[in-house]
């Protein structure tokens, strides 16, 4: 690293907490797939921000719709109407087919709400008594981490001198459809669940698996709660990652791409069952719904539909898949992915994930680490075959070299 570069990272170490361990580069630039370091050297971005860029760095026309509301109107707080909601709510649930939105900041809030809304429903609806309500939910899940959604964790490295926590969550294995029957109760609520398990490693589960979960939360009214922060907008070569099974949930959550990368915005969408339990004074968030993070989002969900970028993730990433299972190395033990949501997962013995990721810095691509051995791959939707082919042999290269 250079003097400069060891600067930033030193005053961060210095000022910051530690509760990140990023790969040693300091970025100052974005367009597109690419972003460049403060040496104005180049990188291809496969992790889009967790899936928060799924436009591309700075699209334009994202860009352009927040400067314009930027000199209009920011934020009133919800204690007034503006005109950017209402036109957000109406294209949102167009394109999802929702009936009811309720707009937060971060994918965590979204959670959170959603959380509080299906107890809300079980209680009010479905006739729970007071305090007893289940939600269920699945081992190696990533939700956030806000208190509460950590509780419901099974990583030791994010619930560790964190608790006290709250009860009512029941862990099942993910994938297993008779593990959920048999966890369901007269007080199960809701089933919360990821459609893919994105920090887990980018875990698919067996084919058929939502099908079935959808039969079983219908014949036990059980609210079901999808988590789509990741998964959804097009990551998965489809709008929504439900629609791989062809099923709906009862309640979708939508965060990270909803803006675009340009300002942080939530969504929880749900019939008016669950959501029409909410009374004023009940629920809210100051930021929640403004009118900037509604002409952002608004911008954000245009563009991905008008410009074929789902389309777009379904082809690329199809053959982003197949040129890694193309590859043939050692190191690897498996690789998987649906759209451009993928992972290159690694023997135990070919080493640490993240020593791959910095070699694959050399090469100009950055990619990111998760569960120690598995490389995360997630570029944005905007990615093109030529981009594509250039990262795959650059992949291979590292892939194939020998750490030892």
């Not at 964790?153 to 608790?163: A, N, V, Y």
């Not at 992972?343 to 640490?352: C, D, I, K, N, T």
Request: hydrophobic share 40%; aromatic share 8%.
């Amino acid at each position: 690293m250079s003097a400069s570069v060891i600067d930033f990272v030193a005053t961060e170490a210095r000022f910051g907490a530690h509760n990140y361990e990023p790969i040693g580069v300091v970025l100052s630039r974005g367009e597109g797939v690419w972003v460049w370091d403060t040496e104005g050297n180049r990188y291809l971005d496969c992790l889009s921000a967790y899936s928060a860029v799924n436009q591309g760095h700075c699209h334009p026309k994202i860009l352009a719709a927040m400067v314009e509301q930027a000199h209009r109107l920011t934020l009133t707080s919800r204690a007034f109407h503006n005109d950017q909601l209402a036109p957000f709510y109406e294209e949102i649930a167009a394109l999802t087919g929702s009936h009811k939105v309720l707009p937060m900041n971060s994918g965590a809030e979204a959670v959170e709400s959603a959380v509080k809304s299906v107890r809300k429903w079980g209680y009010e609806v479905k006739g729970v008594p007071d305090g007893q309500a289940e939600i269920i939910v699945c081992a190696n899940n990533f939700h956030g981490r806000t208190l509460g959604i950590v509780g419901f964790s099974t990583d030791p490295e994010t619930r560790t001198h964190f608790g006290p926590f709250a009860p009512g969550f029941r862990i099942i294995p993910f994938g297993d459809a008779a593990a959920l029957e048999a966890a369901i109760t007269p007080n199960t609520v809701a089933f919360l669940v990821e459609p893919i398990q994105g920090e887990a490693g980018v875990i698919i589960p067996p084919s058929g698996y939502f099908a079935e979960v959808r039969k079983l939360c219908s014949a036990n009214n059980v609210m079901l709660v999808l988590d789509e922060i990741q998964t959804g907008l097009g990551r998965t070569g489809k709008l929504l990652a439900e629609q791989h099974e062809g099923i709906e949930a009862d309640v979708t959550l939508l965060g990270k791409a909803l803006s675009g990368g340009f300002y942080p915005v939530s969504a929880v969408l749900s019939n008016i069952d669950v959501l029409g339990t909410l009374r004023p004074g009940q629920h809210g968030s100051t930021f929640g719904g403004n009118p900037l993070a509604c002409a952002v989002a608004r911008a954000a969900m245009r563009v991905l539909v008008e410009e074929g970028m789902i389309e777009n993730a379904a082809r690329q990433g199809a053959r982003f898949l197949d040129g890694l299972r193309d590859i043939r190395a050692n190191t690897i033990r498996e690789v998987r992915g649906r759209g451009l949501m993928l992972a290159v997962e690694l023997h135990p013995e070919a080493g640490r994930a993240r020593r791959y990721c910095e070699a694959l810095q050399s090469k100009g691509i950055l990619a990111k680490d998760t569960h120690e051995h598995t490389i995360r791959i997630a570029p944005p939707l905007v990615i093109t075959t030529d981009q594509v082919d250039w990262a795959l042999e650059r992949f291979a290269a590292i892939l194939t070299q020998d750490f030892s």
